[in-house]
Structures are given as C-alpha cells and as structure tokens.
DNA sequence: CTGAAAGCGCTTACAG
DNA sequence: CTGAAAGCGCTTACAG
C-alpha cells in the first residue's frame, strides 16, 4: 500500500518548513512569492492531496453536511436533493445521507451518527416537526435547517434555532381552488391527506373552503374525503366520492400521487378525465407529467427549496447569517390535461 | 460553546489512564472488570460519545462509504439507494452521497473528494463503465462496488479491482419475450434504449430476437425502434412504431419510462391497451404500477442489489472477502394492466 | 491488566 | 515572512 503523501514530503521537497507548506495550502497571505512558487511545484509533482480528516480534527469543522430524511424513494425528494447537492458541491461541501425509512423514532440516532462525525449542519426533511423533534436537534447544537416540512412548534424560543423553507399551503390551495373556479368548476371536492392533522391537511383544506367561500360557494361535506398522500389512498377515496349520490366536477387532492390513484379510480369506472370528472394534484412531481391524462397541479418549487436551504445552512454555519425561521418560497399552478376550461 | 467531553475526561472521572478508557470504548478485553465499570459508569454520566473524526486520523479508516449516482432524480434510484443505506446503517458505516448530474465528466472530481475525506469504498451507478473509467477508480486505491452497471472493461487485469452487481440483461430480455410469446402475442415489436451502445441496448435486443427465433417469429426491423430510456423518447418512438404499415399487438419497451411514454402515444391516437395494443416495460419502477393501465414488466431486484453491493463492499474493506467480480441477480415478470393473455 | 508516550496529518499562535 | 512546537481527540505498541 503506498502511503500517501503528507505535508511534510512536499514541505521537505520544498526545502520550507511545514508551517509554511501549510500556509500555501491555505491560501495564507503572508508567504514570499518565491516560497509559494516553490511549494506549489513540490505538491504538484507530489501530486498532494491535503487529508481532510486531519484539517477536520484540527478546524474542528469537516465542510460536510448531513441529510435526513423520511423515504428517499418518495419522488419528491429527488428535486429537492438535486437542489442540495448542487449548492453543497458549489460551496465545497459534501452530503452525508440517511433515509429514516419513514421511522422517526431513528432519528435521534441518526442526529448522533451525524454528530459523532462532526457534521457542520444539518438539513431534516419529513411531514412536520414539534417542540420535542425541535429540542432533540437543538441539544445537539449543530445548525440545522428544515425544509418542506411543517412546524408546529410552540416555544416560541425555539424558533431561533433553525431555519425552515417552505410554501405557503394555505395560499397554494387557495389559488389553486381560485384558478380552479375561474376555469368554470363549481362542484369541487377534495381528497385531503389524515384528517385532522394540523399540519399538512388543515392549511390546505382551510385554502380551498376559503376560495369557495369568497366565490359564493358552498363547501358540501360529503365531498371532502381524506387520504395519505398516497396513490392508492388517492384511489380509494375518490371511490368513495364516486358513491356518493352527485359527483363533483372535479376533485382536488392534495398531492399528485391522491390525483393519480384518483384518476385511475374514475377511468376503472369508464368516466373520462377532464370531461366527466377533472382532477387536479399538489406537488408537481414528475410523475404526474408521465401520467395519462397529464394531471394539472400546483407545484412547490423543490429544487429551489433544496438551493434555498442549503444556501441559508451554509451562511449560517459560516458565520455570515443566523437564522430568519420561515422562509416562503412561491408556488406555481401548472395546467395539463386532467382539467380544461368550461367557459 | 459547551467545548464536547473528551476520552481525558472520563478517563479522569473514573480515575484510570486514557489508554484504559480507550480500550473500554473499543472492547477490548485486556480491562479488569472492576476499571471497566468505572469507565462505563463514567462515559454515561458526561453522556460520552467519541469524536470519530478523531478515531479516523488514527485508524486509517473513516466507516463511511461514498455512494456517486447519475441522476437522484430518476426513480430507478430510489429502491437501490435505499438498500444501500439499510446495509450500511446496520452495518455501522455512513454514507456519502454525490449526484453526477447526468455528466460523467464530474466523476474524477467526485471520487477525490471522496477520497479526500477518507471513504473506506465507493459504491458507483451509472450507465456503462470502461477501461478508463475503471482506471481512474482504480488510482485511487479505494474498494469499489458498481451497481447495475454494464460493465464494458477488456483489460483483464482491471477485473480483479471491483465488485459489479446486476442482472443478466440478455436472459431477463429473453425470458420476458418468452412470457409475451405465451401469451399468445406473435407480432412483438420493441422500443431499445440508444442503438448501437453496446451495453445497454445490444443485450436486450439480442435476447429479444432470440426468443423470437427460438418460436419460430420473424423479427421485423421495421418495429425495431430506439429511444434512450426517457419518458418523452418512448412517446415518440411509439409515434413512429404506429406510423408503420400494420401495427405490431404488443410492444416491449426496455424500460418503465419509456413504456409509459409510448402508452401516452397510444392512447392520444385512441387505441386501447392492451386490447389494440400491448404494452411491456423494463425495470419495475413503482411509476409503471401507478399509471392507467398500469404496466407489466420485467422487474429488477433494485432493493436487493443496493443490500448485496454495500455488503459486499464493506466485507472487502474489512478484509472478510477479495472482489469476484460480476455478482447477477435474478430479475422477474409482474403480469399488470398493460398485457393480457390472448389463448 | 495498566499507564505514559508516540503519532495519525494537519493548523496556528508564538517568537523570531 | 518563517520555522519549531503545541495540540486537535483518539489508538496502540511498549514497558512494566
């Protein structure tokens, strides 16, 4: 095994002490030209390579940043990783991953996995965080940064120790019922995600009943069905809408996976999509583009959540920001061919 | 900043030397049981948890593993990223993750960052690997595993360097045709990946073809068309199929995306599947079960390969196993939607 | 079984 | 501007 070279070896080719290899390394000002034209030639022809495991015992900072998430298989993730990823590499940090596989009792563990490896930040994205999930980061005194993911945390003095980056759920519902009802629908339901849940259902639901509110109409009960966000939860709820005694012109659920399953109940019924029964989703992932019909959707932008985020983790960890909590990214209503105009 | 308890410090609460601690942390057995308990006792009580950065300088090795992808965002990924981790996390080790975005140009740069931070092995998935690409690994000195990759190498020698794990993409082609063919569909057509790439695309042609011999079918060039894997190629290259004089009864697109493009294709023309044409996929994507129809396929086992690579991996790195290159996995039918038993 | 010491490969005051 | 030295937090021969 061929030991690698240390700054010592160039430092010795050199003929200059290791401080000084190490301060050209560093991009230290205070070294003679003539002693940095030196050592730049005795690391290239040693083709060196600083040990960052060394530089992060020292600086005690490893230029990394740890991931957690809940399923890295859930296709909206992708995006948002991608975004990650391009800052973090931008920015010369590398990602360390862990997928909770939809467990958050892992997380403690994970948070001290990353820890131990002295991570500089951490990036969490899951449904939605509490006091507790918030405490249980924060003890562990590592800048961390939460995207696309709820929080309902009530010590407002939490609320300095984090940053988040998300949409605006009410508002995106609420425009996209907007847009909906400005197409020509007035019979709209919707296929919520757990009934109940403060977190991601209620602000969207509380969107959409405003919008028919101010459009003068009335939210009927029997056609607001709950699912889990899933593509077979989509299509059993839209079989129970398709019982009761009026369908709805369209159905809105709340992510683009219901909308499929959706879709896939009301064509197993020999309904057509738009012209029988129009569907529209939440989230714009790919899939729903890929769909047949295309599905119609408000999309959260995730690549810029994983830009935004990332870049924010960075600054603060750096030393240039502390965190602003809330950061609100904009949605963006995308028409395809689950929906048409009436008018 | 409360500055992390050290070894010294719980060598020094429980009044024994550092070494002493240290082999306690580490197991060793050379402790008496009496000092152990101290040590013990003592770690709980400051909640100790040891600097692995530091435990890298000194033993050499980081318990991490470098996973380099071509694209995050391609829902192949999901399922072997997954078992991946669960491999790992199990196995102690961490993860590093870097996107290539779809550019094999940015690999050099990847693996020496990985490299720099120390990875005790790389785990890669891409497309195709050739000699010069195995070489570039292979000067880096790192175990390497690839993962559902066609492996493209002549020099002999470079076989001994990695662990490659996939399917036998010629026998999964076949034994899928085979299934078609017993069906009941005798006029088959196939949509490959790029033609001419001798990875990818030859294997599951050639085994395509030889089934079709093998039951005495002719292969028409003029249904042989070519995409590259995406969704958007398989729309048009089913445009292309049904512009041709009399149109084949079923389709094997080799892959999910490309399946469900050329779906979107049929059914824009008003063709009916699988009743006026059939459709079959490639790579079992959870994409293909959730689209209308959904699609049948050949399935990959991406789970298991993630879990059998990263073993794999990590029994070479810690010194259990020496690399027998070219690991297969059995690959299976899913009988969905898209096809339909015509006896 | 045990402690003191050397060393992993760096960075950074410190004294010159 | 520069080199020698201390130290980051561990592990592991070494001598006892």
């Known amino acids: 095994m061929s030991r690698s070279v240390r700054l010592k070896d160039v430092a010795k080719l050199a003929g200059v002490g290791i401080g000084t290899a190490s301060r050209v390394l560093n991009n230290h000002p205070n070294v003679s030209k003539q002693k940095r034209q030196m050592v730049l ?9 600083p040990n960052e495991i060394a530089r992060s015992l020292k600086t005690q900072t490893t230029k990394t940043i740890g991931v957690i998430l809940m399923d890295i298989t ?17 920015k010369n940090y590398s990602l360390l991953l862990a997928d909770l596989n939809c467990n958050m009792n892992a997380l403690k563990d994970r948070i001290d996995e990353f820890r131990d490896k002295n991570v500089d930040g951490i990036i969490f994205m899951g449904t939605s965080v509490n006091d507790m999930d918030i405490k249980i980061f924060a003890s562990r005194q590592i800048p961390l940064a939460i995207i696309s993911t709820n929080v309902n945390v009530k010590d407002k003095k939490l609320y300095a120790k984090f ?19 400005g197409l020509g629908y007035t019979k709209l339901a919707y296929i919520s995600g757990v009934q109940g849940d403060p977190n991601s259902s209620i602000p969207r639901e509380y969107g959409f009943k405003k919008a028919l509110k101010e459009n003068g109409i009335q939210n009927r009960q029997e056609w607001n069905k709950y699912g889990s966000f899933t593509f077979e939860s989509g299509y059993k709820a839209m079989q129970a809408l398709l019982e009761e005694e009026e369908r709805p012109e369209i159905v809105f659920a709340f992510s683009d996976l219901m909308a499929m399953g ?14 029988d029964i129009a569907l529209f989703g939440f989230d714009g992932i790919e899939n729903g583009k890929y769909f047949h019909p295309s599905i119609s959707t408000v999309k959260q932008p995730r690549y810029q959540m994983g830009t935004k985020g990332t870049s924010c983790l960075i600054d603060w960890i750096e030393g240039k920001e502390s965190p602003t909590c809330m950061i609100t990214l904009s949605h963006s209503i995308i028409e395809r061919e689950s929906t048409q105009s009436l008018l």
Chains 1, 2 share one sequence.
Do not use: H, W
């Open 74 to 90: 859930n296709p909206f993730y992708g995006n948002v990783v991608k975004g990650i990823e391009y800052i973090a590499y931008n």
């Open 262 to 275: 959706a879709a896939k109940a009301v064509m197993s019924r020999g309904f057509r999509i738009p012209e």
């Open 163 to 181: 940053y988040s980056v998300n949409i605006d759920n009410e508002k995106a519902a609420y425009d996209a019922t907007q847009y909906l009802i």
């Open 41 to 49: 030639k005795a690391m290239e022809e040693l083709c060196y390579r």
